[in-house]
């Protein structure tokens, strides 16, 4: 006979798991709804590869690949910023460290992760945009690379405590083979350390991207909102997640507009799947090949 | 006779505890050594000195002489890098790198420094023919090595030492993890090797001991209780601990 508590609560606990599939389902559902009404009289061509986004002109232009090109730009500077920096603090922090360090070390990355993005987007417009606006001379700070380099330190926590638990994870008899036959310590971590541990770096990489496309607030504030067409690092450009959270409160719900926001919210969706779905397989593969 | 390890007043501590007493042998060169004892007496921490292994766990401390070839390689000016390539290891479980065949057996190379393709095809060829997987196995170089049964796997972490060219191997076990016929190959493969290098064996298992060592050292709880000609420690020991021991009378 099972207690009624320990009941109730297995049911709640059943029943929240269903909610959880629901609720996406239903958002998603939403989404899909609301983002296809702007394909009525729009063609998906014009949408995606449009150089123009003028949502309020008239005739309305809804061509996102200014932003799409931002969105990647952003993450890619962001990308190109954390990995080596991830890679290198999680393999100082996995090992190189000593063992008093390497804890002072870790809840340093936690609280990191634990900053709100606004408030780093905060800092960054404070204290980054002028910086880089002195050192490049520009005639405003708030650029793609000033989003890069937040985006970089949001990402940081994610890269390096999964690259760390990764590392972590590889057999240590797999470094005892190669310390027995010589290597130095750094040999061991470049030649089969890092080579065992790829898929979990590979997969701290895709989450790591994932954070940064789907960050909004501090790229809102700090790459300088403009879409247009990116062709540098150091301009002001627009992306996918800031254009939906600046223009949704002044878009008229019905209108083309309204829609076409939506519909980027589907390009944000499918691209965080395609993410997570890449960072599970480097996962799953790695986690395979180790039981074998 | 030609002594190429050894060892006087050797010592060693983890952190409080005395792993290894006062311990004092000689490994003659090509010759196949021995050590056994029960689970927990101290075999793998001896042999880990030989070749300094044991500087890898935190809290280590070794006093008294381990010469090498006649040099002292206790202390902290001793070049490890050549030690080990002079001392290599194999391990209880086979533990090649998930990496292929060939690169598994050229690793020691690479990292000491070789880039010539052909020496390393070479080494490749004579380090995998000396363990008698060449043939086996030449035309799948490019394969994963994890992708190998446990008995090619630990002859390949053998050939992986052999290409770097040792004198010593030492061996922990290394059959613990194979079934009795492929055990069986790998003390062949022994048998053939000691006409070439030095080997140091750890096991548990005595008639293993007995069938492939010349000499034989037997530990209890740190000390090193009796050494000597594998035959005679097994007809005639000494120690009335090592009497126990081997006729079975013991824990
Ligand atoms: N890293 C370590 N830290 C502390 N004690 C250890 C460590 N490794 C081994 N020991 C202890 O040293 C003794 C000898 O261990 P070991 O050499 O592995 O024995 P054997 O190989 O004969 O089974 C054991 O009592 C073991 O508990
Ligand atoms: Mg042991």
Known sequence: ?292 | MNNIITTDRLDLYYGAFQALINVGLNVEQNKITALIGPSGCGKSTLLRVFNRMNDLIEGVRTTGSVKVGGEEILGPGVDLVSLRKKVGMVFQRPNPFPLTIYENVVYGLRIHGEKDRKVLDQAVEKSLSSVLLFADLKDKLSSNALSLSLEQQQRLCIARLLAVLPEVLLMDEPCSALDPLATMRIEELMLELKKRYTIVIVTHNMQQAARISDECGFMLLGELVEFGPTKRIFTAPKDKRTEDYITGRFG
């Open chain 1, 1 to 292: 006979m099972k207690r009624p508590f320990e009941y109730i609560i297995e049911k709640l606990v059943l029943l929240s798991g269903i909610a959880s599939i629901v609720f996406v389902v239903l958002i998603f559902a939403f989404l899909l709804k609301e983002g296809l009404s702007l394909f009525a009289n729009e063609s998906v061509f014009a949408f995606l590869f449009g150089r123009n986004w003028y949502p309020i002109s008239d005739p309305p232009q809804f061509g996102i690949l200014p932003l799409i090109l931002g969105s990647l730009l952003v993450t890619f500077g962001a990308i190109v910023i954390a990995v080596p920096l991830g890679l290198a603090a999680a393999i100082y922090v996995a090992e190189i460290a000593p063992l008093w360090l390497r804890d002072i070390l870790k809840s340093g990355i936690e609280l990191l992760a634990a900053i709100p993005s606004i408030v780093l987007g905060f800092i960054g417009i404070v204290t980054l945009a002028p910086f880089l606006k002195t050192i490049f001379n520009l005639p405003s700070g708030l650029t793609a690379l000033a989003g890069s380099i937040m985006l970089a330190f949001m990402a940081m926590p994610t890269i390096v405590s999964i690259i760390e638990d990764s590392i972590v994870s590889v057999p240590k008899n797999y470094k005892e083979g190669s310390l027995a036959l010589g290597a130095t310590r750094w040999q061991t971590i470049y030649r089969v350390t890092l080579p065992a541990a790829s898929s979990g770096i590979l997969a701290a990489i895709m989450l790591g991207i994932g954070r940064v496309v789907g960050e909004t607030m501090a790229v809102l504030m700090i790459t300088g909102n403009a879409a247009v067409m990116p062709v540098s690092f150091l301009q002001p450009v627009r992306t996918l997640t800031a254009t939906i959270a600046a223009e949704m409160g002044e878009a008229v719900g019905g209108s083309g507009h309204y829609y076409a926001l939506f519909a980027i919210g589907i390009v944000l969706f499918v691209i965080s799947f395609i993410i997570n779905l890449l960072a599970d397989m480097f996962l799953h593969r790695g986690r395979g090949r180790k039981r074998r």
